[in-house]
């Protein structure tokens, strides 16, 4: 990080002129490595679960007289192909999104809808844990911009979901969503366990997590923020983060509203 790399070639015009042709590879080179990356914490990533599974089929074999252990054996690689289908599933949107931060197509994007339909995602996984979502935009919120509703959502979800799996049961969880002038924000509050400020400045980084067992009790791939991250910059937006150990954490995305888009009409009384 932070090298050039550049390549230059020169060659003889005639007898007095010499033409260099310089070339900036720095751009590419990054992609390279963070492609070379990518695979080694991958592959890392996909030994723990299949070895997991592995060692669990051989526990089936050797229980096969006690059918209660079985079960459980069985319960327990089902939770496990569960979560390494999910870790693929992540694996292949983030390897997407790191080949281009810019949508090809960008869409208009109606913002109170992606938040709507990213709790309607997290509703039973919050009722289980018994923790209390709270929808509190303003009133008649109505909030567009340009670009992928689908990855739009997936952001907020994976916000919600982490908001839900680092809080206690009884706690609860917010969601606003706001438009101040040409900026858009979603805004997710917990009451769960923060985040210190060492570990703000990396878990938006792959595979890092705090925790890694809660993490992985919990079915995280250490991947969610990853992809919030590339979501974001790729609506031309930022995602930020508030945290206190032991209160709670706001995660906000602040996203460029298009100025053609600044004005549109509001179709009034819009809640999620
Ligand atoms: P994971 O799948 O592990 O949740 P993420 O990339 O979504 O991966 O998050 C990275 C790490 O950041 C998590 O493992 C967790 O330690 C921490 N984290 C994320 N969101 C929260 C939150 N709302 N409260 C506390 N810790 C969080």
């Given at each position: 990080?932070?090298?050039?790399?550049?390549?230059?070639?020169?060659?003889?015009?005639?007898?007095?002129?010499?033409?260099?042709?310089?070339?900036?590879?720095?751009?590419?080179?990054?992609?390279?490595?963070?492609?070379?990356?990518?695979?080694?914490?991958?592959?890392?990533?996909?030994?723990?679960?299949?070895?997991?599974?592995?060692?669990?089929?051989?526990?089936?074999?050797?229980?096969?007289?006690?059918?209660?252990?079985?079960?459980?054996?069985?319960?327990?690689?089902?939770?496990?192909?569960?979560?390494?289908?999910?870790?693929?599933?992540?694996?292949?949107?983030?390897?997407?999104?790191?080949?281009?931060?810019?949508?090809?197509?960008?869409?208009?994007?109606?913002?109170?809808?992606?938040?709507?339909?990213?709790?309607?995602?997290?509703?039973?996984?919050?009722?289980?844990?018994?923790?209390?979502?709270?929808?509190?935009?303003?009133?008649?919120?109505?909030?567009?911009?340009?670009?992928?509703?689908?990855?739009?959502?997936?952001?907020?979800?994976?916000?919600?979901?982490?908001?839900?799996?680092?809080?206690?049961?009884?706690?609860?969880?917010?969601?606003?969503?706001?438009?101040?002038?040409?900026?858009?924000?979603?805004?997710?509050?917990?009451?769960?366990?923060?985040?210190?400020?060492?570990?703000?400045?990396?878990?938006?980084?792959?595979?890092?997590?705090?925790?890694?067992?809660?993490?992985?009790?919990?079915?995280?791939?250490?991947?969610?923020?990853?992809?919030?991250k590339h979501v974001v910059a790729g609506h031309g937006g930022e995602v930020s983060v508030w945290s206190e150990e032991g209160q709670?954490?706001?995660?906000?995305?602040?996203?460029?509203?298009?100025?053609?888009?600044?004005?549109?009409?509001?179709?009034?009384?819009?809640?999620?």
């Amino acid at each position: 990080p932070g090298t050039l790399a550049l390549r230059i070639q020169v060659a003889r015009l005639g007898a007095e002129h010499v033409i260099a042709l310089v070339e900036d590879l720095t751009y590419s080179r990054r992609v390279e490595e963070t492609r070379r990356d990518f695979v080694v914490n991958v592959s890392h990533e996909l030994k723990t679960p299949v070895g997991g599974l592995s060692l669990l089929a051989e526990a089936v074999e050797g229980a096969s007289d006690d059918p209660e252990a079985v079960r459980r054996f069985a319960g327990r690689m089902h939770a496990e192909t569960a979560r390494l289908t999910r870790l693929v599933q992540e694996i292949v949107e983030l390897s997407r999104l790191q080949v281009s931060d810019t949508f090809d197509e960008p869409v208009p994007v109606d913002v109170v809808a992606c938040a709507r339909e990213a709790v309607d995602h997290v509703r039973l996984l919050a009722e289980d844990k018994r923790i209390e979502l709270i929808q509190a935009s303003p009133t008649g919120t109505d909030v567009r911009i340009f670009g992928d509703p689908a990855l739009l959502t997936t952001a907020i979800r994976n916000l919600l979901e982490n908001a839900i799996h680092y809080s206690d049961p009884g706690t609860r969880v917010a969601l606003t969503v706001r438009r101040q002038g040409a900026l858009a924000s979603v805004a997710v509050t917990d009451q769960g366990t923060g985040i210190s400020p060492v570990d703000q400045e990396r878990i938006f980084e792959r595979f890092y997590r705090v925790d890694p067992a809660r993490s992985r009790r919990t079915g995280g791939t250490g991947l969610g923020l990853a992809i919030v991250k590339h979501v974001v910059a790729g609506h031309g937006g930022e995602v930020s983060v508030w945290s206190e150990e032991g209160q709670g954490s706001t995660f906000t995305l602040h996203l460029p509203v298009p100025p053609a888009l600044e004005d549109a009409p509001d179709p009034g009384g819009r809640s999620i």
